[in-house]
């Protein structure tokens, strides 16, 4: 694989061909914020909070599902990202209800983290207010609409890790919703292995753990990667 040599942020930098500019981001110790990037899934570029901006081009690139390019030059905290960002945040903490004083994930929500990060301390935008039901069929989860980013961790872990495609999106832009088998009640899933893969990996409160109570409920990310490397080791084969 060949190398290419790129600039960010005034920085000359060099990565593998292929790589997406993210994952050099991150190699280089630049912190661009991300919530529907999860290292070890695929990416999903839906969120556009890791926005960067590319010399000679107008349009603002989502840099998970960007991949690099010899002579690249990348500014990645210019004043317009950073309004952007914050704008992403409104637009996310209006679309749904993102309460946080009575939610289960308050001080461990990954979205809430982000707001405070750009600085967010009030929405611009008017709260839609959608009347979206729970699902608490399940024994052990539960799924509240209101908390969901439409991120799609869950269907991809629930796919790409676990291999049981339980989850998946229904309808389209503001009225999409992630459903469990075609819609059924979660509890009645016949492909649910119960393996909390996706609840562990929800970046707010949209999946959590019953029992669970307010700001008690820390998730875990670690198991991907251990996961993951097992995997490419063929560390559990019987051979
Ligand atoms: Fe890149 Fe969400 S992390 S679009």
Redesign the pocket.
Known sequence: MSVVTLTINGETVSAQEGQTL?SVLRDHGVDVP????LDGLSE???????LVELAGSNKLQ????TAVQEGMVVQTHTDRLLAYRKQILEMLFAERNHVCAVCVMNGNCELQWQAAQAGMDHVRYDYLHPDLPMDASHDRFVLDHNRCILCTRCVRVCDEVEGAHTWDVMGRGINSLVITDLHQPWGSSASCTSCGKCVQVCPTGALFAKGATVAEMEKQHDFLRWILDGREKNQWSRT
């Open positions: 993210l991300t919530l529907c990037h999903r570029g839906g969120c556009r909070l890791c989502a840099s998970c599902v």
